[in-house]
């Protein structure tokens, strides 16, 4: 590598070979011209050479320094990549730590229920499909001695976990009471809500009565006719059993209805 002078900043001419041979040829041009031409003198050789000497180290210091600028772009690409990379890298990784945590918690949900627990679910499932039965009625029939004998904690796990409109449960049951039965608005309720009966709430059992299909006038002939044939009770015993509250719960109106249309 060619050496330069601190002090001036170029290049010994010693060392320079092929500016030797520049100065040659240009002294034999000058030296073949006429002597009228003073205009090329060894100054203005030295003037060249300057110049030549300056022109080389500007563009030897050009080129040193372009790279440098083209390293520090690709640095600065190669870092900017280089930190997309961590973020994305990071959050695959938080995602990937996530869903296996998911995954984790389910399986660990599915292993710890019991086979009684999942019994017991599929039971109630039945009884509500099939009776239309309260949520109260299902747990005493699932933990009964007389009924299907499940734990406490199992027959808990399956009322909590049934999926039912007990609403939609108490209006199916309503409606059976009321085409079977013949019972008036106020007998339903009170069948509907009692602990002996079907243990729904006061709101379902509400919601049923007021939603039924159900025809009080008839419902109440039907109820007379039913204690004149089975029973043989006069006209009058019969109105008051129908508007008992003891008894069936028809309104004034409703038994009255019942009496005049008795055969």
Known sequence: MTKIDKSTGKRPLQKRWWLACVVIVLAGVAAGCEVDDETTSLE??????????????????EDAAEPDEEASE????????????????????????????????????????????????????????????????LYDQLISEYGDKFSVEAAQYAVDHLEVDWNDNALKKAQTYSDTMHMSKGGLF???????????????????????????????????????????????????QLISEYGEQFTAEQADYAIENLD
């Open 44 to 61: 203005d050789l030295l003037e060249i050479e300057e110049a030549v000497v300056a022109d080389d180290t500007t563009l030897e210091d």
């Open 74 to 137: 690709e640095e600065i690409e190669e870092e900017d990549v280089t930190d997309e990379d961590i973020v994305e890298d990071e959050s695959d990784s938080e995602e990937s730590e996530e869903v296996a945590k998911d995954e984790d918690v389910e399986t660990d949900d599915e292993e710890e229920i019991p086979t009684d627990y999942t019994s017991a679910l599929s039971r109630a499932k039945s009884y509500s499909d099939m009776m239309h039965m309260s949520k109260t009625g």
């Open 190 to 240: 009170d069948q509907l809500t009692s602990e002996y009966g079907e243990q729904f709430t006061a709101e379902q059992a509400q919601y049923a009565v007021d939603n039924v299909n159900a025809d009080w006038n008839e419902n109440a002939l039907q109820k007379a006719r039913s204690y004149q044939e089975s029973m043989d009770m006069s006209p009058a015993a019969i109105r008051d």
